[in-house]
């Protein structure tokens, strides 16, 4: 039996490097071999083991969470013909597992799939086992572990193409991490007329105009709503995207920016239940979404215009991968990863 090298999160903050077996390819399915997987700030929750993120998983957690995929064909079975071996392809998981037949998958939103299979050992390993749906060939000019990075982008992306930007918008985006950075750009490319970023450490703020920011607001400022709002030609943003989560009073701060019948989408994610002023909300006529998957939306998918954006330079998302480690530095990785002051933006695990 061949093997390969796995990680396991043992417990909060301990991950270990174990022997696993080596998935093996059947008739319908691709074996890749991983060149980059990300670290993502649900991992983090998930490493710290502490909050509403916990009722997702259990120790120990072989994998670790990792779900951020990239890498070469291996190996495919007899029925596959969308790729072969060789192919530098990123991978939707959520499509690849979906049955794509069930009314979420007719419509394109493949992570509330009724009959999401599971294909083996998932996570940070060296080999990963996949259906051909829902693997995207990586374009020329962008390095394959770098495409890794495409999934937590395509969440951005789905999030400002649901929130139906449709042109000359004022966009507030509050956060500047991967998926801040990733909604300001996409929101510019999409027509916005002015995008507001805040955004807390230099790493960020170095990024901000790359990605589309016309005003960026130090998200620890005095006075932040207002400063914010000052910004807005109607007194408040026409929508705004929330991206940062954990502990940060930024739900509370996007109900106040956004401006009557505007768009209030979050993507963060919070270590402990959060309050909605209902009242604020509904006096203001806000439409909340929570919107933190990817799939597709009319005719094209989230993966493919990222993919597209990345390889023209619309979004320049390659910047954002600050550091890439080895499988074997796990754990290391998880700490830089989570400590912003380092000037981590993404780290990208390169098994």
């Known amino acids: 039996m061949e093997t390969m090298r796995g990680a396991v999160l043992v417990e909060p903050y301990k991950i270990e490097i174990r022997e696993f077996p080596k998935p093996t390819v059947d008739d319908d399915t691709v074996?890749?071999?991983?060149?980059?997987?990300?670290?993502?700030?649900?991992?983090?929750?998930?490493?710290?083991?502490?909050?509403?993120?916990?009722?997702?998983?259990?120790?120990?957690?072989?994998?670790a969470g990792g779900h951020e995929f990239s890498g070469v064909v291996a190996e495919v079975g007899s029925r596959v013909k969308r790729v072969k071996v060789g192919d530098r392809v990123t991978v939707d998981q959520f499509e690849s597992r979906s049955c794509g037949s069930c009314v979420y998958c007719a419509s394109g939103l493949f992570t509330q799939c009724s009959?999401?299979?599971?294909?083996?050992?998932?996570?940070?390993?060296?080999?990963?086992?996949?259906?051909?749906?829902?693997?995207?060939?990586?374009?020329?000019?962008?390095?394959?572990?770098?495409?890794?990075?495409?999934?937590?982008?395509?969440?951005?992306?789905?999030?400002?193409?649901?929130?139906?930007?449709?042109?000359?918008?004022?966009?507030?985006?509050?956060?500047?991490?991967?998926?801040?950075?990733?909604?300001?750009?996409?929101?510019?490319?999409?027509?916005?007329?002015?995008?507001?970023?805040?955004?807390?450490?230099?790493?960020?703020?170095?990024?901000?105009?790359?990605?589309?920011?016309?005003?960026?607001?130090?998200?620890?400022?005095?006075?932040?709503?207002?400063?914010?709002?000052?910004?807005?030609p109607a007194g408040g943003a026409d929508l705004v995207v929330e991206t940062v989560g954990g502990h940060a009073?930024?739900?509370?701060?996007?109900?106040?920016?956004?401006?009557?019948?505007?768009?209030?989408?979050?993507?963060?994610?919070?270590?402990?239940?959060?309050?909605?002023?209902?009242?604020?909300?509904?006096?203001?006529?806000?439409?909340?979404?929570?919107?933190?998957?990817?799939?597709?939306?009319?005719?094209?998918?989230d993966y493919e215009l990222c993919l597209e954006w990345m390889a023209s330079g619309k979004v320049p998302a390659q910047e954002l991968v600050t550091h890439v480690m080895p499988l074997d530095d796990l754990e290391e990785a998880f700490r830089v990863a989570a400590d912003k002051s380092s000037g981590a933006v993404k780290v990208i695990i390169r098994p």
């Open 31 to 63: 074996i890749l071999r991983t060149e980059g997987i990300g670290i993502c700030g649900s991992n983090l929750h998930w490493w710290t083991g502490g909050g509403p993120a916990t009722r997702l998983m259990q120790f120990p957690m072989p994998g």
């Open 249 to 301: 009073p930024t739900l509370a701060q996007g109900l106040e920016i956004v401006r009557p019948a505007g768009k209030l989408v979050v993507l963060g994610l919070w270590d402990e239940l959060v309050e909605v002023d209902s009242w604020l909300a509904i006096l203001k006529d806000v439409t909340m979404m929570f919107v933190l998957n990817h799939g597709v939306i009319g005719h094209k998918a």
């Open 115 to 232: 009959n999401m299979r599971q294909l083996g050992l998932e996570g940070f390993f060296d080999y990963l086992k996949f259906t051909e749906r829902g693997l995207y060939r990586v374009p020329d000019g962008v390095e394959t572990h770098v495409a890794s990075l495409v999934q937590p982008y395509a969440c951005s992306v789905s999030a400002v193409r649901r929130a139906g930007i449709l042109g000359g918008e004022t966009v507030v985006v509050l956060g500047a991490g991967v998926l801040g950075l990733c909604a300001a750009a996409t929101a510019k490319v999409l027509g916005a007329e002015k995008v507001i970023l805040t955004a807390k450490y230099e790493a960020q703020k170095s990024l901000a105009a790359r990605f589309g920011a016309d005003v960026v607001v130090p998200s620890g400022s005095e006075k932040l709503v207002k400063r914010i709002v000052e910004q807005c």
